[in-house]
């Protein structure tokens, strides 16, 4: 399994994070999704098929781009 965290500006309340996990969570082989709004950031665990290019994707067409 893949561990990633991302910094993503944009979040700013719990909802955010809501928002992220619900989106990232229906790609296929995302494992958990958890979201930080004070430090700005989402954890995301995923194995195949997903990629790290796929969630990139997934975010920024959510308007939650990870730097």
């Given at each position: 399994?893949?561990?990633?965290?991302?910094?993503?500006p944009?979040?700013?309340?719990?909802?955010?994070?809501?928002?992220?996990?619900?989106?990232?969570?229906?790609?296929?082989?995302?494992?958990?999704?958890?979201?930080?709004?004070?430090?700005?950031?989402?954890?995301v665990?995923?194995?195949h098929?997903?990629t790290?290019?796929?969630?990139r994707k997934?975010?920024?067409?959510?308007?939650?781009p990870?730097?």
């Open positions: 399994m893949t561990e990633k965290t991302f910094q993503i944009n979040i700013t309340c719990g909802h955010c994070v809501r928002n992220i996990q619900n989106e990232l969570t229906e790609i296929a082989g995302v494992k958990q999704v958890t979201g930080d709004p004070a430090k700005k950031t989402v954890a665990a995923w194995d098929p997903a790290e290019d796929a969630i997934a975010l920024k067409e959510i308007n939650y990870a730097e």
